[in-house]
């Protein structure tokens, strides 16, 4: 089946040092989405991306999709105490019906 | 004010009894998913309906039933066949695009944490 990766599973940082996290599938996919969750809640929607090679920003946070579909990236620059939580990636392919989510990346920023 | 309910936020059971999580939206979203999530082991699929009174099984379903009666109801039973069910849960509901080709962005309630004594 499906099967998405996801490292680091954990990534300690200094107050504006930069982060990044990556996303691998076994698998060609349609879409991918990325989504946080902080400590004690649930996971909320950041971006979708749909295109091959596609870059999206959301402030200090940028997103980037694989050429071949198949990787993605989520990068963020001066990491600041609230960028903490766990980052999930999520991978559908076309017609499953469904998301198949990586493990996640949990960041602690050190003020 | 839309969204999705889960309830009750914490569950306790003894060892042998079945349980049901409810799962509620109004987002008139077809599509509803149920997670389990274990420390440090992310968002595993349980079961998932795409829309009512039809539902199939997700990577963990072993231990779970579903059922989908109306559009805006996912319940979750746990039952005692399923060996470890102290969790968290997640419900979740999105929606369709392009002729159920792929689905947009998935709301999450705010889920049930499951303690079994």
């Known amino acids: 089946g499906q099967q998405v990766m996801q490292i680091p599973q954990y990534q300690h940082v200094q107050e504006g040092e930069d982060f990044t996290t990556y996303c691998n599938s076994s698998t060609t996919l349609s879409n991918i989405q990325w989504y946080k969750q902080r400590p004690g809640g649930h996971p909320v929607f950041l971006i979708q991306l749909v295109k091959s090679g596609e870059v999206k920003k959301q402030k200090r946070l940028t997103f980037q999709f694989g050429e071949a579909k198949k990787n993605s990236s989520l990068h963020i620059t001066a990491t600041q105490t609230t960028d903490v939580g766990t980052y999930f990636c999520?991978?559908?392919?076309?017609?499953?019906?469904?998301?198949?989510f990586g493990d996640g990346t949990t960041l602690t920023v050190k003020p | 004010d839309g969204g999705i309910t889960q309830s009750p936020k914490y569950l306790f059971r003894k060892e042998g009894q079945n349980v049901t999580l409810s799962c509620e939206q109004n987002?008139?979203?077809?599509?509803m998913y149920w997670y389990r999530q274990d420390p440090g082991q992310g968002l595993r699929l349980i079961y998932y309906?795409?829309?009512?009174?039809?539902?199939q099984k997700g990577d963990i379903a072993e231990g779970y039933s579903v059922s989908r009666e109306k559009k805006e109801s996912f319940p979750l039973t746990v039952t005692s066949a399923q060996k470890n069910p102290t969790a968290f849960y997640l419900c979740?509901?999105?929606?369709?695009?392009?002729?159920?080709?792929?689905?947009?962005?998935?709301?999450f309630g705010p889920g049930t944490r499951l303690t079994v004594l």
């Open positions: 309906s795409q829309i009512v009174n039809d539902f």
């Open positions: 987002l008139n979203h077809d599509a």
């Open positions: 979740a509901s999105s929606t369709p695009e392009g002729g159920r080709r792929s689905y947009n962005e998935q709301f």
């Open positions: 999520a991978g559908q392919k076309t017609n499953a019906g469904k998301s198949t």
